[in-house]
């Protein structure tokens, strides 16, 4: 019994190191203007691409698309993204990385109901190559419309455990 408890202890701390060991990170965050809080057009420097937000775009309750009317009860919001790849390997941009905090501090993840008419495509979760570049939009659904304190939070995905690299963006209207 002692033999088997050892055993998985030792499968345990194994465990625990390899989280601590995958989710370090090598970026010294203190190089990244994180406190400030940026506009829409500003570009988001993270350590292996830039992030531009390009426009917040927002339809009311009610408004009408394509024919009929968007759910009473709530908004939809589109933020157009670009995103390039600034690094010498292909990267991954998730973009569960990008929340939006709305008027009431309510943090608002993606939309499971897409409207397609913001002018461009969905952002979706780009594979970039070196240098390469990708265009898109993320939509929210908020249920308040109250637009005076919209916060887009961008992180830059560098650490499995930690969010070291958050940048703030006004998107109020």
């Not at 499971?112 to 969905?122: A, L, N």
């Not at 780009?126 to 939070?153: A, M």
Request: aromatic share 8%; with cysteine.
């Amino acid at each position: 019994m002692k033999k088997i408890l050892n055993i998985i202890m030792l499968i345990m701390c194994s465990g625990i190191f390899m989280l601590f060991a995958l989710g370090s990170s090598d970026v010294d965050s203190s190089k990244y203007d994180t406190d400030k809080v940026y506009n829409v057009g500003d570009t988001l420097d993270c350590p292996s691409y830039d992030i531009t937000v390009d426009n917040v775009q927002i339809k009311g309750k009610g408004t009408s698309i394509g024919g009929y009317q968007t759910i009473s009860d709530s908004e939809w919001i589109a933020v157009t993204l670009t995103i390039k790849n600034k690094s010498s390997e292909q990267q991954t941009y998730n973009d569960a990385s990008v929340t939006l905090t709305n008027s009431n501090g309510e943090i608002l993840n993606h939309a499971t109901w897409v409207y397609d008419i913001w002018g461009v495509k969905m952002l979706d979760s780009p594979e970039l190559e070196s240098g390469g570049t990708k265009t898109g939009y993320i939509q929210y659904k908020n249920n308040n419309d109250d637009n005076s304190k919209l916060v887009l939070n961008v992180d830059c995905d560098t650490d499995l455990l930690d969010d070291n690299i958050t940048y703030k963006v006004n998107i109020s209207q």
